[in-house]
């Protein structure tokens, strides 16, 4: 099956600087990518859909200035970060479409101190 | 809107029994369905999917669901659980005719006992 990487799979940073996340789609092009966070031992909750070429779309309740997506690429979105605090500590993953099939990233965990 | 239920957090079965687990979506048309197994720390691996045709799907690792419209139900089973399959697994639906973004439900931990 088609290869989602997402880099990196863990970071810790200081509260109040930004991460940058890394979705790729190594095998195939991908003109939406999701972004979800999974809170421990949660359900993953959609937090946008990114859109190559043109502006992300957040789900409610989900900070657009706080958690930026680009998608530059037909295979590369990113998810930054913006002066994170602890509660933004979780897991992120991402997931690319091929055809009729979703293909998840291996996740990154983000601890914030 | 389309939701998802995964009946029971946590289901635990001994090695060599049959795994069941239970989902039930609502969607006002018709779903595609999928199930997925994530192990700790990563990502979601798919197991199976329903899209069209055939109700019942077989998947990876010896496990297989079945459609029932009728019962909005779309259960995961394998009729004999191995120590490997401990992981999480989650139901999820899209809507047909294009690929649209993912419903989860909550998830269910499989433990498996020797």
């Known amino acids: 099956g088609a290869v989602v990487s997402q880099h990196p799979s863990r970071v810790i940073c200081k509260s109040g600087t930004s991460v940058k996340i890394e979705c790729r789609s190594l095998?195939?092009?991908?003109?939406?990518m999701f972004w979800y966070r999974q809170f421990p031992k949660k359900s993953l909750m959609l937090m946008a859909t990114?859109?190559?070429?043109?502006?992300?779309?957040?789900e409610q309740g989900v900070e657009k200035d706080k958690f930026l997506i680009n998608h530059a690429s037909l295979t590369l979105s990113t998810l930054t970060v913006t002066s994170a605090h602890p509660e933004d500590s979780s897991f992120y993953i991402c997931?690319?479409?091929?055809?009729?099939?979703?293909?998840f990233g291996q996740g990154t965990r983000l601890t914030v101190v | 809107a389309q939701s998802v239920t995964q009946l029971g957090s946590h289901v635990s079965v001994s090695e060599g029994a049959l795994v069941l687990l239970r989902c039930n979506y609502s969607s006002s048309v018709p779903p595609y369905l999928f199930w997925y197994v994530q192990y700790p720390n990563q990502g979601l691996q798919l197991l199976l999917k329903y899209t069209t045709g055939a109700t019942l799907v077989k998947g990876i690792n010896g496990f297989e669901a079945e459609f029932k419209k009728s019962e909005t139900s779309f259960h995961l089973t394998k009729p004999s659980a191995h120590m490997s399959d401990a992981a999480e697994y989650f139901c999820?639906?899209?809507?047909?005719?294009?690929?649209?973004?993912?419903?989860f439900g909550a998830g269910t931990r499989l433990a498996v006992h020797p």
């Open positions: 990114s859109n190559e070429g043109s502006k992300a779309t957040y």
């Open positions: 095998d195939f092009q991908a003109t939406t």
């Open positions: 999820a639906v899209t809507i047909s005719g294009g690929y649209n973004k993912l419903i």
């Open positions: 997931s690319a479409i091929d055809g009729t099939e979703a293909f």
